[in-house]
């Protein structure tokens, strides 16, 4: 009996020629592509592709909400940025892709898995791990790190085995898209002295061609979740999507980076995340409006170790489902609305609220006859607060040494 292996399938030419090259290897090919929300992806062509390379069983799984209710939340309630900047577009999906290809595994009774990341990349970890995690006796092929092919090595193979060859000019580019953003690299991009073509850009206008006029919009979030676009509620997928359109044609989520990968070398990175960077300046104020002082100073220590289990293909670990518990908890208080100003690659708060758990008092703030706060107080709490520095200083004239003393 021939042993089965899945492959995660994109429909390209890297992961069609795959198939013929692990039936070759001995093995017959469940091919598998799941939906996260990526441009233009056509399904049912993808499904039926691989069964005419010469996959055995091709599955087309939609997983678009999954994707965003279990993978993308996380990432927003963290404030997750990976150093700084990068909303870890393709770093959600892959523990995704491998859940449901070791469930395909287990239900044909597939002795491995295979998927077509190279071997300088981030991706083969995020695979490998999440295999190694889920089910590890599973064995792990990957065709593109093994067969150190040259494209034109790779065309005639495919041309020997029927692999349909894409016809016209390819894309100088490697792209990788979800309902999360669009990450894209090589070619031009690879100096990173080039600055990046307007060919390099998918989702985003050019922020000096975006409108003249300012977009406002109203989010409201919900547990630290947004759940509504100027009070119409909608699902996080579609909000997302819809974030996308409008603050894309506002120019706005364009991100140039390089950026330090788990294998230790430098990449130059060009990513758009328009509905992210609304969301994540959004989430950010709600926050401020709502988390007391401590807790709001002491979870970006939790959100930059969280943010880098998730690059670092740690998001099946103890620590991370410990730490999530943390930000979770936080979110209960993160209830409200922010108004957002959408305007020529900009996405900045201009005004928040919070009927229910907001810590801003106006009474407290304010500097008119309406002040309650007791300003009597603050001399008494000032000298408390210096204290310990104040006795320290009066036993050893660290700095308040007189100058005959010096």
């Not at 969280?306 to 730490?323: C, G, H, Q, R, V």
Request: with cysteine; glycine share 6%; aromatic share 8%.
């Amino acid at each position: 009996m021939t042993d089965k292996i899945v492959l995660a399938y994109s429909g390209g030419l890297d992961t069609s020629v795959a198939i013929p090259w692990l039936q070759d290897k001995g093995y017959d090919v469940i091919a598998a592509c799941l939906n996260v929300g990526q441009p233009n992806a056509d399904m049912d062509f993808i499904q039926k592709k691989a069964k005419q390379v010469g996959a055995i069983e091709s599955y087309a799984i939609d997983a678009q909400d999954e994707f965003a209710d279990e993978y993308v939340t996380p990432v927003i309630k963290a404030n997750a940025l990976y150093e700084g900047d990068y909303p870890l577009v393709s770093a959600l999906s892959r523990p995704l892709i491998i859940k449901h290809l070791v469930e395909i595994a287990h239900q044909h009774d597939a002795v491995a898995i295979a998927h077509g990341s190279t071997g300088k990349g981030n991706d083969q970890v995020r695979f490998e791990a999440a295999i190694h995690a889920l089910d590890p006796q599973l064995k792990i092929e990957d065709p593109i790190r093994d067969f150190h092919w040259s494209r034109e090595e790779e065309i005639d193979y495919a041309k020997e085995h029927n692999v349909p060859v894409p016809i016209g000019k390819k894309s100088p580019y490697s792209i990788d898209a979800n309902l999360w953003g669009r990450a894209n690299e090589a070619g031009i991009l690879e100096n990173p002295w080039n600055q990046a073509p307007d060919d390099a850009w998918g989702m985003t206008v050019a922020p000096e061609e975006a409108p003249d006029k300012p977009t406002f919009i109203d989010l409201t979030f919900e547990k630290g979740i947004p759940v509504a676009i100027d009070g119409n509620k909608l699902k996080l997928s579609d909000l997302i999507k819809s974030l996308n359109k409008l603050a894309g044609e506002n120019g706005i989520g364009r991100i140039d980076k390089i950026e330090n990968r788990m294998v230790g070398i430098k990449s130059r990175e060009v990513y758009e995340a328009p509905a992210a960077a609304v969301i994540m300046a959004a989430h950010h104020e709600m926050e401020n409006l709502t988390l007391e002082r401590d807790v709001a100073h002491y979870k970006p220590l939790i959100e930059q170790q969280l943010t880098n289990m998730i690059y670092e293909a740690k998001w099946i670990t103890p620590l991370f489902d410990s730490l999530m518990a943390f930000i979770d908890d936080t979110q209960k208080v993160v209830n409200g609305v922010v108004k957002m100003k959408l305007y020529k690659g900009s996405a900045v708060p201009v005004a928040r609220k919070s009927d229910t758990n907001s810590l801003y008092d106006e009474n407290l703030a304010t500097y008119t006859s309406a002040d309650t706060f007791d300003q009597e107080a603050a001399a008494g709490f000032i000298k408390l607060w210096t204290l310990p520095a104040t006795v320290y200083e009066e036993v050893n004239h660290v700095h308040s040494k007189k100058p005959e003393d010096k």
